[in-house]
């Protein structure tokens, strides 16, 4: 019988001791990997008594967290009482610093929110912060707040705030109130819609930095609507449809109100016209702001029923004291 010569057998144990090695050293690395990817993704969020020793005295509102490539940041809304009728606001960052939350950057000032009559902030603090968006881009973030400073009016003001990692800044961006303001989030995009000529503003983040698109209010509407299109006057007082003033539509489906020129379109999304509806009021309708469509250019039916839209030149205010209100469009929404 013939055995292997000793140097085939220290040979053979090398190999076989190689392949063990290297073997466990893939699995190993592929688990180390994937525990460090895991720690560096984390998102941690601020305690509620963390928040209270950082900021007695106020209340909080909104508190969200976020991760830019292994940074945990947390953006929190306070609100704390002034007076009887105001009460403050404020926005902070926080950020993660070997193992203790610390503010980095804060609105620089308190946004003071003024209340009326009866109506005190106090009472229902929750309503001072309305929403609180986020979203992000790798080592970025935007943030957009939408805050009360109307009181029972019910305005609100628009603020959006960027954090930039990489440069280590935060830059902030202060949005004209228009009223009632409303704040959405679409994909990468937030969107930032106002009254009249406002439109919506679509912001987001490219390459880290801060972008914003406007649309106008001709253009807000889906491409879905059934438009009914309209001019303007040549003397700008009066608005009249440019085809037929009364439609036959079913629930469900939008009507979008249209320039149907260069001249009307301009005059529209300048917030030179206004549009008011007996759609959720029942008739007769009147000029008030309780039957105005205040953002946006169209309606979606909800109910069976004959609708009336009336279009009005902000130039020509006769119309207030008109008790005989002919509507710009009548329509017959069907089942």
Not at 76 to 90: D, S, W, Y
Not at 234 to 257: C, R, Y
């Amino acid at each position: 019988m013939k055995y292997p010569s000793c140097n085939k057998v220290v040979l053979i144990s090398i190999l076989l001791l190689l392949v063990l090695l290297f073997g466990c050293g893939k699995n190993y690395n592929a688990t180390q990997k994937g525990s460090i990817e895991t720690i560096k993704n984390e998102v941690k969020i601020i305690s509620d008594e963390r928040i209270n020793e950082l900021y007695p005295g106020w209340i909080l509102l909104r508190k969200e967290a976020i991760n830019l490539n292994g940074d945990n940041y947390g953006i929190i809304g306070l609100a704390r009482t002034k007076n009887q009728f105001t009460a403050n606001v404020r926005l902070c960052i926080l950020k993660l610093i070997d193992n203790q939350w610390l503010e980095v950057w804060r609105i620089p000032l308190d946004l003071e929110s003024e209340s009326f009559g009866e109506n005190r902030l106090r009472e229902k603090p929750d309503n001072n912060l309305k929403d609180l968006l986020i979203v992000d881009d790798n080592n970025s973030a935007l943030v957009v707040a939408n805050v009360l400073v109307g009181g029972n009016h019910g305005t609100t003001q628009v603020l959006a705030f960027t954090i930039n990692q990489i440069r280590n800044e935060y830059a902030l961006k202060l949005f004209d109130s228009s009223g009632l303001m409303k704040i959405n989030k679409d994909g990468k995009y937030i969107l930032i819609e106002g009254q009249g000529k406002y439109g919506i503003h679509k912001v987001y983040l490219e390459n880290g930095e801060f972008k914003e698109d406007i649309i106008n209010r001709s253009n807000t509407n889906s491409s879905e609507s059934i438009n009914a299109s309209f001019v303007l006057s040549d003397n700008g007082n009066l608005i009249f449809p440019s085809e037929s003033s009364n439609m036959t539509m079913q629930v469900g489906q939008t009507i979008a109100f249209i320039p149907a020129n260069a001249k009307t379109k301009q005059a529209f999304d300048n917030g030179e016209i206004e549009i008011y509806t007996d759609a959720w009021n029942e008739p007769p309708l009147t000029i008030c702001e309780a039957n105005k469509i205040s953002s946006g250019n169209s309606y979606t039916f909800d109910k069976a029923g004959t609708v009336h839209f009336l279009l009005v030149s902000t130039k020509n205010k006769h119309y207030i004291n008109n008790g005989n209100i002919q509507p710009t469009f009548t329509v017959l929404v069907k089942p």
